[in-house]
């Protein structure tokens, strides 16, 4: 009953955009830090980006500044990722988490991840 579900991934071109969404049910949402993370194909876990509770404070990795946009509506429930300027570099399974600690490595709860795929 307590889940985060992503949505919104797909397949785009290099230079294009995507928004994923994460919708929390079965907690307090604006009690948590949340985050989003990536894998890809035979590459290690990588922390995209956080936003705080509030969404007073934000974090990016490197890889995603200045293209990546992190944001949260706590009036319902949701958190996004607005990607733009995708390469294909940025093609990965993309996960929602939750946490009671800002960004990290260490979340309470996964969604089920969402796939992002960016053409060349």
């Known amino acids: 009953q307590v889940q985060v579900v992503e949505s919104g991934g797909g397949l785009v071109q290099a230079g294009g955009s995507l928004r994923l969404s994460c919708t929390a049910s079965g907690l307090i949402f604006d009690d948590f830090h949340m985050g989003w993370f990536r894998q890809g194909p035979g590459k290690k876990r990588e922390k995209v980006s956080c936003?705080?509770?509030?969404?007073?404070?934000?974090y990016y990795a490197d890889s995603v500044k200045g293209r990546f946009t992190i944001s949260r509506d706590n009036t319902q429930n949701t958190l996004y990722l607005q990607m733009n300027s995708l390469k294909p570099e940025d093609t990965a399974m993309y996960y929602c988490?939750?946490?009671?600690?800002?960004?990290?490595?260490?979340?309470?709860?996964w969604g089920q991840g969402t796939q992002v795929t960016v053409s060349s």
């Open positions: 936003i705080s509770w509030s969404g007073h404070s934000t």
């Open positions: 988490a939750a946490d009671v600690n800002y960004c990290s490595y260490s979340p309470n709860l």
